[in-house]
């Protein structure tokens, strides 16, 4: 069955520190991949997705590319903010009809000042 | 914009009741979810329907039943409450089409079992 494995948290950085976040999958077929965002007491929100082999996904600094031949899609920002502080999930949909989402187990990212 | 809300941001329940959550979205979605949320271990898919009166069992359907009578809206039930029910609950929606549409989600409910 398909899964997503993203690095264990918690990630604590300084402000303008260069974020990245692992993210690894296995799935059949040609899934689509996506990272979602979880702010303190909301739900998730789309931050960004690939749907093809090589594509970049980018939005608000943030971008992750997805590679076929190691199976990753792992997010990167050059410098962060405070405002970045939030959970981060990796997840993916292996297509069908259903648009189900697998998602890894989220990782806590806090930036202080 | 889309949006999807829930009936309660945080619910107080005693075990063994019956419990209700209400999920609603209001972009004319086919597929609606319903997820619950722990630490440590992600999202984990609770039961989804693909359109009115379809169903369909999650990962772990254990201890809970949906209703969808209405397209926008997809009811969770926990038929008797038990406090390792207790948990953050997402609803979700997406609409039919491309695989690479996002799933819209509600701002969650946080459910504790007394």
């Known amino acids: 069955g398909n899964s997503v494995t993203q690095m264990e948290g918690p990630v604590t950085l300084s402000e303008e520190a260069f974020l990245t976040i692992n993210c690894t999958y296995t799935?059949?077929?040609?899934?689509?991949l996506f990272w979602y965002v979880q702010y303190p007491g909301e739900g998730l929100q789309l931050l960004l997705k690939a749907t093809k082999a090589d594509d970049k996904g980018s939005n608000k600094g943030f971008e992750a590319t997805y590679r076929k031949e190691t199976t990753s899609f792992h997010l990167e920002k050059g410098s962060v903010q405070v405002s970045d502080s939030a959970v981060y999930f990796c997840?993916?949909?292996?297509?069908?009809?259903?648009?189900?989402?697998?998602f890894g187990k989220g990782t806590l990212l806090t930036v202080n000042p | 914009d889309v949006k999807v809300t829930q009936s309660s941001r945080y619910l107080v329940k005693r075990t063994g009741e019956k419990v209700f959550l209400e999920c609603v979205q209001d972009m004319d979605h086919e597929n609606m979810f319903w997820y619950r949320q722990d630490p440590g271990l992600g999202l984990r898919l609770i039961y989804f329907?693909?359109?009115?009166?379809?169903?369909e069992k999650g990962d772990i359907p254990e201890g809970y039943s949906v209703s969808r009578e209405k397209k926008e809206r997809f009811s969770l039930i926990l038929e008797s409450a038990s406090t390792n029910q207790t948990s953050m609950y997402l609803c979700a929606s997406i609409l039919s089409g491309d695989r690479g549409h996002e799933q819209y989600f509600g701002p969650g409910t946080r459910l504790t079992v007394t």
């Open positions: 997840a993916l949909s292996s297509g069908g009809s259903n648009y189900k989402l697998t």
């Open positions: 329907s693909y359109d009115v009166k379809m169903k």
């Open positions: 799935a059949t077929g040609y899934p689509s």
